[in-house]
Structure formats: C-alpha cells, structure tokens
C-alpha cells in the first residue's frame, strides 16, 4: 500500500520550476501551476492554446450550476448545484507566417515554467523553431491579482532569435469552455460589445441563470492596430506585433471578470457594474500589479512563513501549500467557502465538506482570523437552507449538508447525504475552536448561538433512545470513516453530538448574562422554548458512548469489535483505490477503516483524553486504517508525535506537504487536494509542534524529526504573533507583534514577549 512519489520538478525553497514539456504530465503540471485569489481561480494549462490531453479550467468562487437527478423518495435530493467551468480569459492564438503555435505539435525547446511564491506570478517560457527555419523565443506572465480581486493580468514576450518580421495574435474571452462532467459548455451569451479600447462580453449558466461579465483591454510595447473578432459565446481583437532580431516586444492584457452567483441581479446591473470596473482598471500599470502583488505576498511570509532546516524538499512543499491555502480562501469575500479542489479542478465538483471546519479553519484561526470568521459566516448565510434540508429529513433544525457549494445539499450518493450526520458537529466545533482562540463574542452572539440552537435542535429530532440501554444515541447513520453503512451509535457522531448540546447551553447561559436584550431578541426569533434546554441537557448527558472498559478503546459503533476482520497488508496493492477495485458493497464487511473516525474526536478534543487512552485507541485504530483518503495520515502523524512514535509520525508525514508536487495519489491532474494541504500545515504545527488549541490555553509539546536541522513557524494568538523556533537543543519562543501572551509549554505555562523565552528541547522529543 506504499504510496510512490513521482518527482519531476525541480526543488527550490521559493518557487515550482518544471523544465522540460512533458506531454504525460501536463493536467498535472496544469494543477500544480494553478493560481487564484479566492474570487476566481485558473488553472495552468497553455493559453495559446492545446490540442493535447489539457483542462482549460477558470472557476469563481460560488458560480454553479444545476444538475437534476430525478429521484423520488422524501429526503433524497433531486437536484444538485456544483462549480461551473467558466470563462477563458487568457485565451490567446499566436501565428508567424502562417503557422500555429500548439505545443502539441509544434517544435520546442528550452521550456521552463514557474511558479514564484514571492511575487505570485506564474511564468513560462520557451524557444518555438518553426518549420521555416526561423526561431522565436516566448514569455508568458500571468497573475489573478490578490489585492483586486476582480483583476487578472497577463502578458506575453516575443524575441525573434534569427529573424525581423511580424508575429499575428487574437487576444479573447471565450466562454465556449467545456465543462468536463458534462460535456458541453455551460453558458448562454447575453451581451457583448466593445467601448473606449475595452473588449466585454456576459453570458448567464444555462440552468441557475448565474452570470458572470468578463472585459479586458490591451497595452503594448508599440501601437496597435487591433480587428474586432467576434463569434457565439467569443469577443476578441486581432492585431499583430512588429518583431526586431534580438529585441523584445510584447502585450500585456487587463482582464476584469465581474461574477453574480445568486442571479440576484440583472444583466444590465451587472454590465453596468463590470464595465465601471473595467473603465477604473484603464489607469492601472503593469509594474504597478506586479509590485502590489509581490507585496502582498511578502506580507504574508513576514506572518505565515514555516521554515525548515535540512530538509529542501519538504521546505518547498509546505510553502506551496501555504501559497495554495492564501490563492483559495483569504476571506475577502464573506461567505465564500473552500471547495475540496479549491478553485483547481472540477472533481468534487467544487462542493465544500466538514473538511473546512475540521481541517481548514485551524490554519486560517492561526493566520488570518478574518478568514476563519468568514468561513463560518458561510454556514450562518447558509442557514436557512440547512433548517429546509432539516425538514425534508422529517427533523427540526437545521441539518448541514454534506457537500456544498450554495448550502444545498448536493451530494447525489444517498448514503453520504441522508446518513453522515456529522456536518452540523463539525459546524458547532468550528465556533466553540474560533471563539475560544480568538474571544470573538461578538460573532457568538449575533450569529453562533443562532447556529447552535438550530444544530441542537436537529441533533435532538434525530437521534432516539435505546430500548435496552435507554441510552441516546443515532441510528442509521455512517461515520467520517464511510466505510461503515447505516451503522447504530457511531462513537464520533454521538461523542462530537453531545458536545454540541453542551457547547449549545453554555453559549446560551453566557449570552443571557452578558447580552440579555439581545438573546431576548434571538430567542423570539427562532421560538426558543425553555424545555428545549432541559432536553439538549439530558440528551448530552445520557448519549451514549460506546467503549470497552478494560481496554480503553473506543468502539467505532455498535457491533464494530465483532465485525469480520482483514489484515490491511495483505490486500495486494493492486486492488487500490478500493473504491474503484473492489464492489462497492464490499467494503463495508470488514473491521477495515477509511479514514480516522475515533482517533479523529481525540484529536479534535484532544484535552479530554489521556496519553493512555489515545495509545490504545492509534494501535487499534491504526492497523485497520487504509488511509483512502488524503486527510487520513495527517490526523496519524499528529497523534504518533503526541505518544511517542516519532519515526512513525515521520513517516505517515513524508509525503504529507508533496502529495500533489509529487502525485502521491496518481490523481493531481483532477485538481489539488485543498483540504489536504491544510493538513499538512496541521502536521508540522500541531504534529511536530506540539500544538494544541483546545485547552484552556495554547500549548506546544514540540519534536523535531531527526532528519532536520531546525524548524519555525508562526501562529496568532489572542492578537499577538508568535515565532516558535525548534532545534536540536532547544525550543525558542517570541511575540514578534501585539504585545505578550500566555501559553504552556511542556506542561509549563509561560508568558512570551518580544523579549523572548529559551527552553530546552524536550527529552525523547527527537525521532531516531
């Protein structure tokens, strides 16, 4: 079951380079080059265009389309909503006496493109020999601007190595895209037309009426003299550039994309808005983008940079995915949530899941709480289409869906939809984490207590009691695990139910002191009974929690200690995925797990258990997990660090930061793994760091693998940004801003200021 990398990129500790074209790799390398801003996302396929195996992908944040499914019984969905492929803005056609470039077919050579972590540009050259005889050197630039979300630049270079002449281009935007799932484009035209040098066209989704205005104007080494082209779903201009042996000249295109996800507002409105974007952008310079962008990313390397000694490639992997986690989510734009692809890939269909409570929002509460508090706006906004969902379940409340793009449910798998109920727990641990490590009161009570009445409310509909046990529990219901189906009180859901309850009725008493007229308000709003509270408590407090006493472990659910078991290492490895090699029923014969279901509730609630019971429940757990999913072997490195296994932890980690640069999966041509790369992140900080954050106060336990030399890395923490740095002797702790703060450090409480702290490293804390 080894997972083997597949290297091809060059390391370097600030940037992706890929020399040489490589055919074969090309929807990977397209994935990898992938660049956004949280608005809108391209990926890194060829603008000029391809005729080879390619993904011509440009995706907004939110835009999506409506697929029906047909089903009819209650409680299935019968339609769903997912990302939608948009426009080519980019689109570009480059000829030299006659002759087309397309990499395909045409003759390269010297191709090198790059990804550069510091300016946040991706660019790509290389040497066209035509069949003339004559040799062309290009250079493409492109960026989606981090400051002006609406803004992506592109521009492109031209040497002539051995020849004067002239090179003709068509510069576009072109929604003739095919979105991949489906097979068609998804766009109606509605407008097009062109006024003062700015080129614009808006089209509408075929089915949700979603909309999206896309313009761009020209700026250019020498003047142009430009054609209008234009064809159904396409507007473009046409011109040619006069070329000098050994001189440059060169395009630069401002493209301004103008999107409307809830078809609130009309084409008019919406053109109108556009194009005043557009007209604004005319004033804007090229070295102006490049060096706001590249101080935008500077500011996020001062504040969010992990830094590691003695280990190059995985230097270099985890600041792509810091530079992936900042493209996708910023939170710039309240409620905007993280698809499991990010903005890089149409699989998953750009639907987010717990993944973005349970995994995401660590890194951005710890980075850019603005982000993290923009994340959870997303379920707040979505609320009233989680309370609906409720009632088509035959609950009250709300019930989270999910997979999501628009707070709809949208996962057409019955079994995933109706049974995993752990969503809306995920949702009430992303508040009780966020308001713990921030003290954001304010977001509690005007929008989280809201939530976790409704989330209380469904847990409270749809669980029911054990005739034996008399005990509170749900049944009928499948775990993160997903390989266990319509199973009776499975231990993650009703441990992480309870805690909602109790979460629930400590926002309430709280708020009730401390901001009565405004829970008085609330409480009319949503018809709070006071019995209500009084069930919630004694659900919570008789839920059950299935576990063998002598041992410590945690059972799964009921009846999992006496299901069949398999040894995981004899399956061959050739029968993976097993999702695609074994029938699907199949898989849920066996003791055999997914992913962390138990080990999953004692890292989130990691105080509430002791080093004893989290050994016994990783070698129980850890021998039956298959790791199928990329989220898996994080939540095992964390957890080996935390007991000891050091050498294991490492080795769950090695291909943690590189799983996309190195195609662990075989399937980082579909999209990178979003949700994964935030796992990552969690690996170093609170795997080999040691942190914790569910406590009464932050705290660090930090390693160092033995491979290393030193690491850092930075967290925030009630306001103050801390540096925590780890050597073979010592652990270095600093506030580099905000004043001073507490936190533990190997159980030893502590106060860090700008003055700084030493501590010896930990004994035992050095994997050998």
Request: charged fraction near 25%.
């Amino acid at each position: 079951m080894a997972k083997v990398a597949d290297k091809y990129l060059k390391v370097d500790p600030w940037a992706i380079i890929e020399e040489g074209f490589d055919t074969e790799r090309n929807r990977v390398s397209e994935s990898i080059f992938s660049l956004g801003n949280e608005y809108m996302g391209v990926r890194g396929y060829a603008e000029e265009g391809y005729s080879g195996d390619s993904l011509i992908g440009s995706y907004f944040n939110g835009l999506n389309e409506q697929l029906d499914i047909g089903n009819h019984y209650k409680g299935i969905i019968r339609s769903l909503r997912y990302m939608v492929n948009s426009v080519d803005w980019l689109h570009t056609r480059i000829a030299v006496d006659g002759e087309q470039l397309d990499l395909a077919k045409s003759k390269i050579s010297d191709y090198v493109r790059k990804l550069d972590f510091r300016t946040g540009t991706y660019r790509r050259e290389f040497v066209w020999h035509l069949e003339n005889g004559k040799s062309l050197k290009l250079v493409f630039t492109r960026l989606v601007s981090m400051t002006m979300s609406h803004l992506g630049l592109q521009q492109v270079e031209f040497e002539p190595l051995n020849f004067s002449g002239s090179v003709d281009i068509i510069s576009g935007l072109d929604f003739n895209i095919i979105h991949e799932e489906r097979g068609v484009s998804m766009w109606n035209p509605v407008r097009s037309g062109e006024q003062d040098g700015i080129s614009a066209i808006l089209a509408s989704t075929v089915n949700t009426g979603n909309k999206l205005f896309s313009s761009f104007t020209l700026k250019a080494s020498q003047p142009l003299e430009t054609a209008r082209v234009e064809r159904e779903k396409f507007i473009g201009q046409s011109f040619s550039l006069e070329l000098t042996q050994g001189e440059t000249a060169h395009f630069t295109k401002f493209a301004i994309n103008c999107a409307d996800s809830t078809s609130a507002r009309s084409a008019e409105e919406l053109w109108s808005e556009g194009l005043g974007l557009a007209v604004a952008s005319l004033s804007l310079e090229e070295k102006a983008v490049l060096a706001e962008q590249e101080a935008y990313w500077n500011g996020i390397w001062e504040t969010s940079d992990i830094s590691i000694e003695g280990d190059p490639e995985n230097q270099q992997g985890i600041r792509f995915c810091i530079f992936q986690l900042y493209q996708t989510y910023h939170g710039d734009h309240p409620g905007f949530n993280i698809g499991a692809k990010g903005l890089t890939g149409e699989v998953y269909r750009g639907l987010a899941f717990w993944d973005t409570e349970s995994y995401c929002l660590p890194f951005y509460m710890f980075n850019n709480p603005k982000a993290a508090k923009s994340l959870l706006e997303f379920r707040y906004r979505t609320l009233p289409e989680a309370i609906q969902r409720a009632k088509d379940v035959d609950c009250e409340g709300a019930c989270y869906p999910i997979a999501t793009i628009d707070g709809t449910e949208s996962c057409d798998l019955w079994q995933h939809s109706n049974l995993q109920l752990h969503v809306g727990t995920a949702v009430s641990f992303g508040i009780w984490h966020y308001v713990k490590n921030t003290g954001d009161k304010e977001f509690l009570f005007s929008k989280g207590v809201e939530m976790l009445i409704q989330i209380s409310r469904f847990y409270a509909t749809r669980g029911q009691w054990g005739q034996r046990t008399g005990e509170y529990g749900y049944f009928g219901v499948m775990g993160p695990d997903e390989f266990q189906l319509m199973v009776n009180n499975n231990c993650y859901i009703n441990l992480m139910a309870k805690k909602s309850f109790e979460f629930a009725l400590e926002a309430i008493q709280e708020m009730k002191e401390k901001a009565p007229s405004e829970f008085a308000e609330l409480s009319a709003k949503v018809e709070l009974r006071e019995e209500e509270l009084g069930d919630w408590s004694n659900k919570a407090e008789k839920m059950k929690i299935p576990v063998d006493k002598e041992t410590g472990v945690y059972e799964e659910h009921d009846g999992f200690f006496d299901m069949p078991h398999i040894d995981i290492h004899s399956i061959p490895v050739t029968e993976f995925p097993l999702y695609s090699n074994w029938s699907y029923d199949r898989l849920y014969r066996y003791d055999m797990i997914k992913q962390p279901d138990v080990l999953m509730f004692m890292f989130l609630y990691s105080e509430q258990f002791t080093k004893e019971e989290k050994l016994a429940n990783y070698e129980y757990y850890e021998s039956r997990c298959i790791h199928e999913s990329s989220l898996s072997p994080s939540i095992h490195s964390i957890l080996a660090s935390e007991i000891g296994k050091h050498e294991e932890a490492y080795n769950f980690f090695e291909f943690a930061t590189r799983l996309d640069l190195d195609n662990y999966n075989r399937n980082t041509r579909e999209g990178l793994h979003t949700t994964s790369i935030a796992a990552a992140w969690m690996n170093i900080v609170y795997g080999f760091g040691g942190m914790r954050s569910d406590g009464e106060r932050l705290s660090f336990q930090p390693s160092l693998p033995e491979r290393w030399t030193s690491y850092s890395f930075q967290v925030m923490y009630e306001g103050v940004l801390l540096k925590i740095i780890v050597n073979k002797d010592s652990v270095s702790l600093k506030a580099i801003s905000g004043g001073s703060t507490e936190i533990v450090v190997y159980g030893q409480r502590i106060k860090v200021d700008a003055s700084g702290t030493v501590l010896p490293l930990g004994e035992g804390m050095i994997a050998g």
